[in-house]
């Protein structure tokens, strides 16, 4: 019998996940600037290693089969145990099929230390299948308790490589710890999981309800999914081809920046609802909302290049010192890049919402499949040239394609009928952003990132503040509320 508590509102929801997911960066950020100063960057490089390893591994479960059991939970409720049952069995065998492959990465390693982390990794993978569980407090709109096991591991993460630090442990322990905290987290969520719902979730190895719920997992789910695979093959290729000490100083640009590479995903997932609607019933007000938020994104990315490319020395110095800031190890010019690639993202996450409105799931995965070939290439191309540098301008090149084929088919769809020449107008808290941005004194070195900080914000506020932008969240409102009047 269940013991779930009423279900939450949906604001209450999206409050909670945008207020947790800005604790977790601020958390990892605190995390990476303690282990980039401490460790050794080959030591830094292994660390983030293990992090990405399971970061991948979360993404290639996921693959659009959470939404569908979302989507199948709500359609059908008295089968919820059936359809995780079913969930959690092909995740698990994801997570073998992962297991096995970090077993052969461990068999490659020289250090025993390294090499034992990676197994223990190795033996966690099947059990990341327990994630299924997380459609349930989805469904229910109850994302309070997944938020406090995730920021309460993270806080404790961070104190124990405190004390590991302070305790003068070998660097090992702290790759170590990542995968500790991985197995805490199961253990907890599956025990808080099983008192709410009432009954234990057990892997359903019936092959084939796996393979049609496979089958009919979301085209966008797996294009979603893969979008988000192509920022973490190049920290991996950076490892496999070129240097431990590499990958560190690859990760030390990498990881400050990664949460903001895929945040544009999570703020525009609500527009989704809206916009389908408005796609299939009045498109003359869904062609013109794409006149509002496609050049809206245009500014925001623009002015998170600006910000991005001329603050990555002073932002590198903050985080690390002097570590990562010269010579062949600095990461100044890759988190340039990386904050380009950001650019890139913001306008692709808006463009994509729409395709995904008008019903363009599949052209939408081949235009993903192309794009993580062009990252494979490039990196198997330029990184034995130019080093890990290499792997953010893969990434540049791949959001570069994905956003270029977005474009044209969003213009061949019709959709960008209704932009109008003042669209132009988003670019001027870009353009003034740049502009004071070079007034500042280079002298003033990290002390510039107070003000320069300051002035994105009052770009940003300008931006949103801008005729057009205030005339679009005005028509999106009432569109939604008369969506919401009609259910």
């Avoid at 660390?47 to 399971?54: A, D, G, K, M, Q």
């Avoid at 405190?162 to 070998?170: K, R, Y």
């Avoid at 932009?419 to 004194?441: D, H, K, N, T």
Wanted: proline fraction near 5%; hydrophobic fraction near 55%.
């Amino acid at each position: 019998m269940t013991r779930w508590p009423a279900k939450q509102s949906v604001p209450r929801s999206q409050l909670i996940i945008a207020s947790s997911a800005v604790a977790r960066m601020a958390i990892t950020l605190v995390v990476t600037i303690l282990l980039g100063r401490i460790l050794r960057p080959a030591d830094f490089g292994f660390f983030s290693l293990i992090v990405t390893l399971f970061a991948v591994a979360r993404e290639l479960m996921e693959l659009g089969t959470g939404n569908l059991a979302i989507r199948e939970i709500a359609l059908h409720p008295a089968r919820e145990q059936s359809i995780l049952d079913t969930l959690m069995g092909l995740r698990g065998l994801i997570g073998f099929a992962l297991g096995f492959a970090v077993l052969l990465v461990a068999a490659m390693q020289e250090h025993a230390q390294q090499a034992q982390v990676l197994v223990g990794a190795a033996a966690v993978m099947p059990f990341l299948a327990v994630g299924a569980l997380a459609t349930v407090y989805q469904v229910r709109q109850d994302q309070g308790p997944p938020a406090v096991i995730v920021l309460t591991l993270q806080l404790a993460f961070l104190a124990l490589c405190l004390l590991l630090h302070l305790a003068g442990a070998p660097a090992w322990t702290f790759a170590a710890l990542v995968v500790a905290r991985e197995v805490a987290g199961i253990v907890w969520f599956v025990g808080l999981t099983k008192r709410r719902l009432g009954y234990f979730v057990r892997p359903s190895w019936d092959f084939r309800a796996i393979a049609r719920f496979a089958r009919e997992a979301s085209t966008f789910g797996a294009a979603a999914a893969l979008y988000q695979i192509c920022f973490f093959i190049g920290p991996l290729l950076v490892w496999f081809m070129r240097s431990p000490a590499e990958m560190g100083a690859y990760s030390a640009a990498f990881r400050p920046i990664s949460p903001l590479l895929t945040l544009p995903w999570l703020l525009t997932l609500p527009l989704l609802p809206v916009l389908t609607r408005l796609a299939a019933n009045n498109r003359p007000a869904f062609e013109e909302q794409a006149s509002y938020l496609i050049p809206l994104s245009v500014g925001l990315g623009v002015i998170g290049a600006i910000l991005g490319s001329g603050l990555s020395h002073d932002a590198i110095q903050l985080l690390y010192g002097g570590r990562y800031l010269a010579g062949p190890l600095s990461a100044v010019n890759t988190l340039a890049l990386l904050s380009l690639s950001f650019t890139f993202s913001i306008i692709t996450a808006v463009i994509t919402t729409f395709l995904l409105a008008d019903g363009r799931e599949r052209i939408l995965l081949r235009i993903t499949l192309i794009g993580l070939a062009v990252n494979l290439a490039c990196n198997f191309l330029f990184l034995p040239i130019y080093g890990f540098q290499a792997a953010a301008m893969a990434t540049v090149a791949t959001e570069v394609c994905i956003f270029s084929m977005g474009l044209i088919l969003i213009a061949r769809a019709s959709i960008l009928t209704h932009v109008q020449p003042c669209a132009g107008s988003v670019l001027v808290p870009a353009v003034l952003l740049f502009l004071a941005l070079r007034a500042l004194p280079e002298t003033l070195g990290v002390q510039r990132l107070l003000p320069a900080f300051l002035m994105a914000c009052a770009s940003i506020f300008a931006l949103l503040m801008l005729p057009t932008a205030r005339e679009g969240r005005r028509r999106l409102s009432a569109h939604n509320a008369v969506g919401e009047s009609e259910k």
